[in-house]
Protein backbone atom coordinates (compact mmCIF):
# COMPACT_ATOMS: atom_id res chain seq x y z
CA UNK A 1 0.00 0.00 0.00
CA UNK A 2 1.50 3.08 -0.90
CA UNK A 3 2.26 5.79 2.00
CA UNK A 4 -0.58 7.84 2.14
CA UNK A 5 0.90 10.19 5.22
CA UNK A 6 2.22 13.16 2.53
CA UNK A 7 -1.63 13.50 1.02
CA UNK A 8 -2.90 13.77 4.86
CA UNK A 9 -0.63 16.44 5.94
CA UNK A 10 -1.63 18.12 2.17
CA UNK A 11 -5.45 18.13 3.04
CA UNK A 12 -4.63 18.76 6.49
CA UNK A 13 -2.71 22.31 5.23
CA UNK A 14 -5.80 23.02 3.13
CA UNK A 15 -8.21 22.86 5.59
CA UNK A 16 -6.35 24.94 7.56
CA UNK A 17 -5.99 27.74 4.42
CA UNK A 18 -9.56 27.23 3.95
CA UNK A 19 -10.52 28.07 7.47
CA UNK A 20 -8.59 31.29 7.62
CA UNK A 21 -10.73 31.91 4.08
CA UNK A 22 -13.86 31.60 6.22
CA UNK A 23 -13.02 33.87 8.86
CA UNK A 24 -11.45 36.50 6.40
CA UNK A 25 -15.26 38.45 6.37
CA UNK A 26 -15.58 38.38 10.09
CA UNK A 27 -11.85 40.51 10.14
CA UNK A 28 -13.31 43.04 7.25
CA UNK A 29 -16.48 43.63 9.57
CA UNK A 30 -14.34 43.99 13.08
CA UNK A 31 -12.17 46.48 10.59
CA UNK A 32 -14.80 48.34 9.60
CA UNK A 33 -16.49 48.19 13.25
CA UNK A 34 -12.93 50.07 14.46
CA UNK A 35 -13.57 52.63 11.61
CA UNK A 36 -16.97 53.53 12.41
CA UNK A 37 -15.67 54.18 16.45
CA UNK A 38 -13.51 56.66 14.71
CA UNK A 39 -16.22 57.90 12.72
CA UNK A 40 -18.71 57.92 15.49
CA UNK A 41 -16.16 60.58 17.01
CA UNK A 42 -15.95 62.18 13.61
CA UNK A 43 -12.30 61.38 13.78
CA UNK A 44 -11.62 63.86 16.25
CA UNK A 45 -8.58 62.43 17.53
CA UNK A 46 -6.96 63.55 14.17
CA UNK A 47 -5.49 66.35 13.26
CA UNK A 48 -6.95 69.05 11.10
CA UNK A 49 -6.20 70.05 7.75
CA UNK A 50 -4.48 73.51 7.74
CA UNK A 51 -6.99 76.22 5.98
CA UNK A 52 -4.37 76.58 3.11
CA UNK A 53 -4.76 72.79 2.40
CA UNK A 54 -8.51 73.12 3.30
CA UNK A 55 -8.41 75.57 0.68
CA UNK A 56 -6.31 74.23 -2.21
CA UNK A 57 -8.44 70.92 -1.69
CA UNK A 58 -11.82 73.00 -2.09
CA UNK A 59 -15.13 72.37 -0.86
CA UNK A 60 -16.40 69.09 0.14
CA UNK A 61 -19.32 67.52 -1.93
CA UNK A 62 -22.88 68.63 -1.26
CA UNK A 63 -24.09 66.35 1.61
CA UNK A 64 -27.05 65.16 -0.86
CA UNK A 65 -25.53 64.44 -3.39
CA UNK A 66 -22.65 61.94 -1.05
CA UNK A 67 -26.55 60.39 0.15
CA UNK A 68 -27.74 59.90 -2.95
CA UNK A 69 -24.55 57.86 -4.12
CA UNK A 70 -24.81 56.16 -0.55
CA UNK A 71 -28.70 54.99 -1.71
CA UNK A 72 -26.74 54.13 -5.22
CA UNK A 73 -24.23 52.24 -3.81
CA UNK A 74 -25.88 50.53 -0.62
CA UNK A 75 -28.99 49.06 -3.05
CA UNK A 76 -26.13 47.92 -5.90
CA UNK A 77 -23.86 46.40 -3.19
CA UNK A 78 -26.56 44.51 -1.40
CA UNK A 79 -28.11 42.60 -4.88
CA UNK A 80 -24.27 42.16 -6.06
CA UNK A 81 -23.78 39.91 -2.99
CA UNK A 82 -27.42 38.42 -2.50
CA UNK A 83 -26.77 37.46 -6.71
CA UNK A 84 -23.28 36.41 -5.57
CA UNK A 85 -25.07 34.34 -2.77
CA UNK A 86 -28.26 32.45 -4.71
CA UNK A 87 -25.46 31.88 -7.42
CA UNK A 88 -23.16 29.91 -5.35
CA UNK A 89 -20.38 32.26 -6.68
CA UNK A 90 -17.14 32.04 -4.73
CA UNK A 91 -17.04 34.72 -2.42
CA UNK A 92 -13.71 37.04 -2.72
CA UNK A 93 -11.93 38.07 0.28
CA UNK A 94 -11.01 41.22 -2.26
CA UNK A 95 -14.67 42.20 -2.59
CA UNK A 96 -14.89 42.79 1.19
CA UNK A 97 -11.75 44.83 1.33
CA UNK A 98 -13.76 46.77 -1.67
CA UNK A 99 -16.74 47.12 -0.02
CA UNK A 100 -14.35 48.65 2.66
CA UNK A 101 -12.46 51.18 0.92
CA UNK A 102 -15.90 52.37 -0.43
CA UNK A 103 -17.45 53.06 3.03
CA UNK A 104 -14.51 53.98 4.38
CA UNK A 105 -14.48 57.21 1.44
CA UNK A 106 -18.20 57.49 2.34
CA UNK A 107 -17.16 58.62 5.99
CA UNK A 108 -14.57 60.95 4.57
CA UNK A 109 -16.63 62.87 2.53
CA UNK A 110 -19.57 63.03 5.20
CA UNK A 111 -16.69 64.52 7.19
CA UNK A 112 -15.44 66.50 4.75
CA UNK A 113 -18.63 67.98 4.02
CA UNK A 114 -19.42 68.76 7.49
CA UNK A 115 -22.44 66.10 7.57
CA UNK A 116 -20.61 62.75 8.98
CA UNK A 117 -22.56 63.36 12.87
CA UNK A 118 -26.13 63.83 10.81
CA UNK A 119 -25.45 60.57 8.33
CA UNK A 120 -23.06 59.01 10.25
CA UNK A 121 -25.80 56.55 11.15
CA UNK A 122 -27.01 55.60 7.41
CA UNK A 123 -23.66 54.91 6.32
CA UNK A 124 -22.81 52.55 9.42
CA UNK A 125 -26.58 50.35 8.91
CA UNK A 126 -25.28 50.06 5.54
CA UNK A 127 -21.99 48.87 5.87
CA UNK A 128 -22.93 46.73 8.28
CA UNK A 129 -25.67 44.89 5.86
CA UNK A 130 -23.60 44.65 2.61
CA UNK A 131 -20.44 43.62 4.55
CA UNK A 132 -22.57 41.20 7.40
CA UNK A 133 -24.48 39.64 4.03
CA UNK A 134 -20.40 39.58 2.28
CA UNK A 135 -19.23 37.68 5.94
CA UNK A 136 -21.74 35.56 5.90
CA UNK A 137 -21.20 34.19 2.43
CA UNK A 138 -17.56 33.89 2.75
CA UNK A 139 -18.09 31.98 6.04
CA UNK A 140 -20.86 29.41 4.60
CA UNK A 141 -18.52 28.71 1.38
CA UNK A 142 -15.45 28.36 3.29
CA UNK A 143 -16.93 26.27 6.06
CA UNK A 144 -18.86 23.71 3.27
CA UNK A 145 -15.59 23.25 1.86
CA UNK A 146 -14.18 22.89 5.05
CA UNK A 147 -16.51 20.01 5.31
CA UNK A 148 -16.08 18.43 2.24
CA UNK A 149 -12.09 18.33 2.88
CA UNK A 150 -12.78 16.75 6.20
CA UNK A 151 -14.68 13.79 4.81
CA UNK A 152 -11.60 13.72 2.34
CA UNK A 153 -9.94 13.67 4.97
CA UNK A 154 -11.73 10.84 7.04
CA UNK A 155 -11.67 8.49 4.24
CA UNK A 156 -8.17 8.88 3.97
CA UNK A 157 -7.96 8.09 7.79
CA UNK A 158 -10.17 4.75 7.17
CA UNK A 159 -7.49 3.72 4.86
CA UNK A 160 -4.35 4.26 7.48
CA UNK A 161 -6.95 1.53 9.83
CA UNK A 162 -7.21 -1.35 7.49
Given amino acids: MPDIEPLRRQVQAKIRKLELRANSGLW ?32 GPPVDYINWALVLYGFSAIILVLSQMTGNKEPSCRSA ?42 WNHYRERVREEQEILAELDKLLEE
Avoid: K, Q
Wanted: proline share 3%; net charge negative.
Fill in 28 to 59: ILALFTALSLCAFRDFDFLPSFSESLRASLGA
Fill in 97 to 138: LGHFGYLSAFYAFYHFSAGLPENFWAVFTIGMTILSLLSYHI
